[in-house]
């Protein structure tokens, strides 16, 4: 199963990811993980949130544009290797990845990946046996 | 029921409006003459008299008026009655320099609601409408304009002025107002609130819109109307010559009419001040038949527009005038090349974006600097930045087909481009020329 990653447009400037951040802080957003690609003008905030559906919401309303995008997040163990095992299992079933960022977990570390082909790259993946985890899973974790 | 408020002159065959022209235009200049000594004076250094002005035709023997004039004899040097027959007085934003102040007597708060009046007939209006007049009142002519035509229409008439976007559409869907009056882009942004409160075109009241006093594109028509689900009317005027309703759309929304029983206008090339023929673009200058406070004769509006005589279905008779191309107050030149902000408007919407712009222009190194903000809409938005560069190259793109020349485009977050409810700040100029 996929997840909704949320995906924020922000200026480059000082104070903006702080807004976002207030405003999620202001309404109990908890953030799960979070990475920010950025140009010179703008950055797209890309991040993991307890509650989707109530994030989006109040994104909206305090005028930030956002939008979902389905990610796959993996469990690996957090220890030398797993990563790279992780990933040769992307080259064997040739899934391209767009982007990636990661979080560690107590026990365990979680990687997240955007891929373009998410349903496609999921069921390749699953042959594997890998499985990625879902919105409840995570909020869990 | 005819759409017309004072169908006798507004369908009037032309030959009657003609006579009627050269009736009062002798008369006028003479008044002008024996009332104003500046503009005496400008006639005199011009060498011509009234008694050289018989008929219309002999207006073009007559100095032209500009914005400079209005400088040079503000506050009082073109009025032409004592103050105590004054009644009123409007202003404008003096967003392009001194502000203008223009002087009514009550004649000429009647010819102007009169116009107004017309207007808002043209667009369907009766007794039986709840007009919402949305400009602001006060000093700017949107408001009082509206607000008297309203009045002489017999509607119901909604005086919320500009601004508290929430309490005007309270009022619209409250007291089911069937007729908007503001700027087009303050329709704009109400009906952006509507849609993101949820209402579709169905849910709201209004039938028609009537607005004016800034530039605005076709697209920006097209999208109004199917974003409030009405027809949009156009409506021009300008606080020297009254206000709004010196001319104004009719249903067959292809040009605006001039009042010509009040105001004669003329095409000029603005490089020579030559009277151009029908059809041609150019200047459009303004002469007031039968004002008396602020009586201006061939005042150049530094509007560039074309007129039309073609006949028109609804069955008025008065001249049509095009959409000006932008005020040359409002037109930029960048690099050289002449740039009017509705050409902007042109490529965002034609790109999927909401008019909600400003152009910043500046100079580094004796080179102009030009950067178009846009905002970023949750169409356009996604969460890739290759993608979300890609589009923004694209409005480059247009803007450089558009235009002619290189326009940086930064993308901006939704609502931070300041919407003053009056008039949108579309441009920041810095430089110091």
């Known amino acids: ?141 | 029921m005819g759409n017309y408020y004072q169908e006798e002159i507004e369908c009037a065959p032309l030959e009657k409006i003609k006579a009627l022209q050269d009736d009062l235009l002798p008369k006028q200049v003479r008044y002008v003459w024996g009332n104003v000594p500046y503009y005496r004076k400008k006639m005199e250094e011009h060498g011509v008299t009234p008694d050289d002005i018989q008929s219309a035709a002999d207006l073009h023997k007559l100095p032209f008026l500009s914005k400079a004039d209005l400088k040079a004899a503000y506050p009082y040097g073109l009025l032409a009655v004592p103050l105590k027959d004054c009644v009123r007085i409007q202003s404008t934003s003096g967003t392009t320099g001194k502000r203008v102040i223009a002087f009514y007597t009550q004649s000429d708060l009647d010819i102007w609601e009169d116009c107004c009046a017309r207007a808002i007939c043209a667009a369907g209006g009766t007794n039986e409408d709840v007009c919402q007049v949305s400009y602001g009142y006060g000093l700017f002519t949107g408001g009082p304009g509206l607000d008297g035509g309203s009045h002489k229409v017999g509607c119901l008439t909604v005086p919320t002025s500009s601004g508290n976007t929430e309490r005007q559409i309270m009022f619209i869907l409250d007291l089911q107002a069937t007729i908007l009056c503001c700027t087009p882009s303050y329709a704009a942004y109400i009906g952006e609130t509507l849609k993101e409160m949820g209402y579709k075109p169905e849910d709201i009241p209004l039938k028609a819109g009537i607005f004016g006093a800034e530039a605005w594109s076709e697209e920006m028509r097209r999208d109004i109307e199917k974003t409030l689900g009405i027809k949009a009317y156009d409506i021009y005027g300008l606080t020297e010559i009254s206000g709004p309703g010196v001319a104004f759309e009719c249903s067959e929304q292809k040009g605006m009419h001039i009042q010509e029983d009040h105001f004669i206008a003329e095409i000029i090339d603005p490089n020579t001040g030559e009277v151009l023929p029908e059809g041609s673009q150019g200047e459009l200058v303004f002469t007031s038949l039968d004002k008396k406070a602020f009586p201006l004769i061939r005042y150049r509006t530094r509007d560039i527009c074309t007129l039309t005589r073609e006949k028109c279905s609804c069955g008025r008779t008065h001249v049509r005038m095009t959409k000006p191309k932008g005020r040359s107050d409002d037109m930029l030149i960048i690099r050289g090349v002449n740039v009017f902000p509705s050409q902007i408007e042109t490529v965002l919407m034609n790109n999927g974006y909401a008019a909600n712009y400003q152009i910043i222009v500046g100079r580094v190194n004796n080179t102009d600097t030009f950067e178009v903000k846009v905002e970023m809409t949750p169409d356009m938005f996604t969460d890739n930045v290759g993608e979300v560069q890609a589009r923004r190259k694209v409005l480059e793109d247009g803007l450089r087909a558009m235009l002619g020349i290189k326009a940086k485009v930064t993308l901006v977050a939704p609502k931070s481009i300041a919407r003053s409810e009056g008039k949108a700040v579309r441009v920041i100029d810095t430089r110091k020329i």
């Open chain 1, 1 to 141: 199963m996929s997840v909704n990653q949320v995906s924020v447009f922000l200026e480059n400037k000082a104070g903006t990811l702080n807004k976002l951040t207030e405003v999620l802080a202001t309404n109990n957003v908890n953030i799960r993980a979070l990475s920010l690609a950025e140009t010179s003008e703008f950055g797209i905030v890309r991040m993991l949130v307890n509650d989707v559906f109530e994030a989006t919401n109040i994104l909206k309303e305090n005028n930030f544009v956002a939008t979902l995008t389905p990610v796959l997040v993996y469990a690996i163990e957090d220890k030398a290797g797993y990563l790279n095992n992780l990933l040769k299992s992307f080259s064997a079933a040739d899934v391209n990845i767009e982007y990636m960022y990661a979080f560690a977990g107590r026990e365990r570390a979680y990687m997240i990946f955007r891929v373009n082909d998410t349903k496609q790259a999921e069921a390749l993946l699953n042959r594997n046996g890998l499985k990625s985890l879902t919105q409840e899973e995570i909020s869990a974790v």
